[in-house]
């Protein structure tokens, strides 16, 4: 294979960075890697987003790989997604795989998935009997505070 065929079918990721200095209220896309340091009030899609110490994002992000320093506030949908320490997170985090170090504030849940990447949120349905028996049990109890947890009839005593 000569140089210029393989020039041709290696076709490395563009970089764009949003500087510090820099807010954008709208979505933001990219078919590259995105270097977020400013502020975005809005959906980021794009193929690797690297969101700097002190940027700040409030929307969703859909990227195969996801690093966080600052703070995101919203969804994220990525294969790869990497918390750091100094990193504030409020989101709900749908991942092939996540890693989260030591310091991160993380409030929100964690959704494994086979295919994060997808359009639709992987939410288990409930059967409506069992969901209506929780109901029925919640009314018969009154308001209930803080952490309850039904267990399947077959496992109750």
Not at 65 to 77: A, K, N, P, T
Not at 80 to 107: P, Y
Not at 118 to 136: C, F, G, H, K
């Amino acid at each position: 294979m000569d140089t210029s065929a393989r020039e041709q079918n290696f076709n490395p990721l563009s970089i764009s960075t949003i500087g510090e200095d820099l807010t954008i209220a709208g979505n933001v896309t990219s078919k590259g890697e995105l270097r977020l340091n400013g502020q975005v009030q809005g959906d980021v899609r794009c193929v690797a987003l690297v969101l700097g110490e002190n940027a700040q994002l409030k929307g969703s992000v859909v990227a195969e790989d996801v690093m966080v320093r600052g703070r995101l506030i919203g969804s994220v949908r990525a294969l790869r997604v990497m918390l750091q320490s100094q990193a504030h997170v409020e989101a709900d985090v749908f991942h092939k795989s996540l890693s989260i170090e030591q310091g991160t504030h993380f409030d929100g849940e964690s959704r494994p998935s086979e295919d994060p990447l997808s359009a639709s949120p992987e939410v288990p349905t409930l059967e409506p009997q069992l969901q209506n028996r929780r109901l029925d049990a919640v009314n018969r109890r009154g308001s209930v505070k803080g952490f309850m947890r039904s267990l399947p009839e077959s496992c109750s005593a």
